[in-house]
């Protein structure tokens, strides 16, 4: 049977594309000429929009099969990726590197231990030059919490012939571990392949991840509620966060 991770790897593109909103939000704060750090990159579909419009990217992913693929879809001096693990960040990062570190698509949300969290957030001020930037994108877990969202839309991709259901199973105790349970169905002729897989999350409410990016040091913190700069509210579909080193 098909591995879970190295099914996804194939589909990744196809399942999450780059957004040309999401790439606006981040050119608006990014100078011309800067670099960029895309943490848990992926594929790299980020990364290498970014570079393709002039920024010097680097892409980072724990997968191996993941920065294979990115890699094997550069084509641009600009862009580069690394294996690496987000909790162990200077190992691959210096001082002073970077001008926007970017960490989308409920990343920070897997790292179970806020300790971790924190961790994450005090290397990221530390690989900032003076004025360099901090995007975090998770889901708003607020929403999540008080309405008990057990389902989240299907994603289908007919041409490919995927379909990709995602589920949050709920632990007893207010602030504890969310599994988040996906299956991706693979129709191969007229057979159909199923591979589900489960996944912990820390559930971080919007106000609780705004004071550990303080904590960490960041300023100038705003908080929105999607890539479209949407106020935030209870109800919004995801929680953004910016900060600065200043």
Not at 21 to 29: H, N, S
Request: aromatic residues 8%; contains cysteine.
């Amino acid at each position: 049977m098909t591995d879970f991770y190295e099914a996804l790897s194939c589909y990744y593109d196809y399942l999450f594309p780059a957004s040309p909103t999401t790439i606006d939000f981040i050119g608006r704060r990014a100078k011309a000429h800067s670099s960029i750090l895309d943490l848990a990159c992926g594929t790299g579909n980020y990364s290498l929009a970014l570079a393709h419009l002039g920024w010097k990217v680097t892409g980072v992913d724990l997968d191996e099969q993941m920065i294979d693929l990115a890699r094997a879809k550069v084509r641009d001096k600009r862009c580069r990726f690394e294996v690496g693990d987000m909790r162990r960040l200077r190992e691959v990062c210096a001082e002073d590197e970077y001008d926007l570190v970017l960490c989308i698509g409920n990343s920070l949300a897997h790292l179970t231990n806020k300790q971790d969290i924190i961790r994450l957030l005090v290397d990221c001020l530390a690989i900032l030059k003076q004025g360099g930037k901090l995007i975090v994108q998770i889901v708003n877990f607020d929403r999540l919490l008080k309405n008990r969202i057990k389902n989240l839309p299907e994603i289908v991709r007919e041409k490919v012939g995927i379909t990709f259901i995602r589920q949050y199973e709920y632990s007893a105790g207010p602030h504890s571990i969310i599994n988040f349970v996906s299956e991706l169905k693979i129709q191969r002729g007229n057979k159909e392949e199923s591979l589900i897989n489960s996944i912990p999350l820390l559930p971080i409410k919007s106000r609780k991840l705004k004071s550990m990016v303080e904590w960490a040091g960041f300023k100038e913190i705003d908080l929105f509620g999607d890539f479209s700069e949407a106020d935030y509210s209870s109800e919004s579909p995801a929680t953004v966060i910016c900060g600065s080193k200043v």
